[in-house]
Each structure stands twice: as structure tokens, then as C-alpha cells.
């Protein structure tokens, strides 16, 4: 457990941005952590990196979360109970699940990040949110180096939301969560966004976890950027939820808007569809744009900076109020 001095952070970032850490330290385990806690409480955390925005060099003690393992807690003949680490890679944990017939997880396939992650902004996909699966959360109190256990009620999930993004931000550090996951009579969600169209192409009438997993990951293929290829963190916006008054008031204007029902009173709108008519889509200005395919993705072609990405967010913010009366919530972390 070694501390590091000048270390970049461009790979430790989906967005490719390169900021300096002025000091670096890589966890493997819990202990370690709880040991580092003892001395260093003002740390800046780290894990997939997928879900932030860095605009400056980070001043404080960096903490790249590594903490690997998955275990079967028990399992009966339909269901099964697994707690995993915050450091294994999400992507790779729902491919593992996929392969073991573990239902439940199939359509948040290919989403960035670390397992870690997951629970703090409610991660979802294609009609399924990861709140469904879990069971509980595991964390370190950072101030007494305590772990603790938060049921899936305290956990307080929302709409990409959480209590760890909001009365809890920045006390505890996820260690591990555990999840609740099928075996046999698997729910299979196919309805939502093109499944089901891509299911018919391949003529797959009876799909597995593999074929909708399969299914997911060739539309995701289709319309996001590799993080590897082009530097992004995915949907950089939420999909504004409106009234359904506001929503009839821009049907008459927009006939074609595409919608979600949420409820009797409320309507999601895609958040890309807004940013697509309001002339962004594809749009690059120098080291950075809107994605080509997905308008709902900000990116980094090589050398941008994370405050011209930032500025770029502004401005599409600021246009989906004046033309829809909207306001478009980031759902990336900035941090500044």
C-alpha cells in the first residue's frame, strides 16, 4: 500500500480527461482501506471512473477502489443471493451471471463502470433498474472506518438516484453489494426500446438471458461510443420526467415528441430526442462534441478538457429550456 506522487488520471476515466492526481493510492481490500482511514480522511474517490466529469487537477489524496471478488452467499432451487466487491467491473459481472443462468441483470448489460457504482445513481437500462435485484449495500464510514449495512429500503432509491447521492454523499465509501438474482423462471423484459425488434431480426422467438443480453449489447454497440475508442461517460443527461399538462402543451407544438408514461400525472420524455431537435446531435467543436449517433452522449475526441465539455453542457441546458421549457438535469458527476 503505497502512496503515488503526480499521477495522471486519464486512464482512470471514462472521459479520457487528463488531470493530475497530486497524490494516488490503489485499495485491494477492505482492510486496507479501513488502515488508510485511520490517518487520511480527505480523499477523493475513485473506481470505473465512468460517471464524472474532472475539470481540475484533484488536490486531495486520490483512492482508486480495486477491491475484486464475487461469492455466492447461499441459493435455494429458484433463486440465488451474491455479494460482489465494489471493484469488479459491472459489464464483466453481468456477462459472469448471463453465463451461470442468473436472471435479472441481462438488460443492464455493457453500462460502464465498476460494481461499486452501481447503487449510487440507481443504475438502469431498457426497463430495469438495478434497485430490483439488490439486496443491500456494504460501506465504509470514512469517519470511524466502520462498515456498515444499508437494506435496499435505506438505500432510499429513485429515478438514477439514491441516498448515497444525497443525505449520505461523501460519508461512506461501497465496499461490495449484494444482490438477489433468478435461477429459474426468469421475468424477461423485452418490451422496451428495440429488444424486441432486434430479437425478430435474428428470428429468436423464445429468447434466453444470452439473447436479450446479446439483444442489449448490439443496440448499445449501434448507438454508444466505446469508452476505449472515444472518450465518454455514457448518457450525460437524465430524461426530464414533466406534468402531463406541460406534455399535451408541447404534443400541440411537437407532434411527433416521443414519451414514457410514468403515471396518471406525470410523463418521461427522452432527454436525446430534446438535444437532437434542439440542432446538437453530431455537433463537434474542435476536441469535443455531441455524439453522431446518440445525442444524449457528450464526448472527448482526444485532447478536450473537462470545462469545455462542461461549457458545452450549459449551452445544451440552456437551449432545451428555451425551446421546451425544460430543465435538463446532468446526471454525470462534475467534478470541479
Known amino acids: ?56 487537477d484533484i488536490k486531495k489524496l486520490v483512492v482508486h477502489l480495486d477491491i475484486k471478488g464475487i461469492s455466492i452467499d447461499r441459493e435455494n432451487h ?11 467491473n459491472w459489464h464483466e459481472f453481468v456477462l459472469w451471471c ?66 448515497f447521492k444525497n443525505e449520505v454523499k461523501g460519508k461512506y465509501i461501497l465496499t461490495s453489494v449484494s444482490f438477489l438474482l433468478t435461477k429459474k423462471e426468469h421475468q424477461l423484459n423485452t418490451s422496451y426500446g428495440a429488444i424486441e425488434t432486434e430479437l425478430t431480426s435474428k428470428n429468436i422467438k423464445t429468447p434466453t438471458l444470452k439473447d436479450i443480453s446479446d439483444a442489449i449489447i448490439s443496440i448499445r454497440k449501434s448507438k454508444l461510443p466505446d469508452p476505449k475508442e472515444i472518450g465518454n461517460s455514457g448518457s450525460f443527461f437524465k430524461n426530464p420526467v414533466i406534468s402531463k399538462k406541460h406534455f399535451d402543451k408541447l404534443k400541440e407544438k411537437f407532434p411527433k415528441i416521443p414519451s414514457y408514461t410514468i403515471s396518471e400525472t406525470e410523463i418521461k420524455v427522452p432527454a436525446g430526442w430534446l438535444i437532437e431537435q434542439s440542432g446538437f446531435k453530431g455537433k463537434r467543436f474542435g476536441e469535443f462534441g455531441v455524439h453522431e449517433k446518440q445525442a444524449l452522449v457528450l464526448v472527448n475526441y482526444g485532447n478536450a478538457n473537462g470545462k469545455e465539455i462542461f461549457e458545452l453542457a450549459e449551452k445544451i441546458q440552456k437551449k432545451i429550456k428555451q425551446n421546451f421549457e425544460i430543465d435538463l438535469e446532468i446526471e454525470v458527476n462534475i467534478i470541479n
Open 78 to 88: 429458484d433463486d440465488v443471493y451474491l455479494t460482489v466487491n465494489a471493484g469488479e
Open 98 to 163: 448471463v453465463s451461470q443462468n442468473y436472471g435479472g441483470l441481462e438488460n443492464l448489460s455493457l453500462i460502464p463502470g465498476n460494481v461499486g457504482t452501481c447503487p449510487i445513481q440507481n443504475i438502469g437500462a431498457y426497463g430495469v433498474e438495478v434497485k430490483d435485484t439488490i439486496t443491500r449495500v456494504e460501506a465504509i464510514d470514512i469517519e470511524t472506518g466502520k462498515l456498515i449495512e444499508f437494506s435496499n429500503a435505506e438505500c432510499n432509491f429513485g429515478y438514477r438516484n439514491s441516498i
Open 1 to 56: 500500500m503505497k502512496i503515488q506522487e503526480n499521477i495522471s488520471l486519464k486512464k482512470y476515466n471514462t472521459f479520457n480527461i487528463d488531470v493530475n492526481a497530486k497524490r494516488f493510492i490503489s485499495i485491494n481490500s477492505v482492510y486496507e482501506l479501513q488502515q488508510l482511514l485511520k490517518t487520511e480522511k480527505d480523499i477523493f474517490l475513485i473506481s470505473g471512473g465512468s460517471n464524472m466529469l474532472l475539470t481540475n
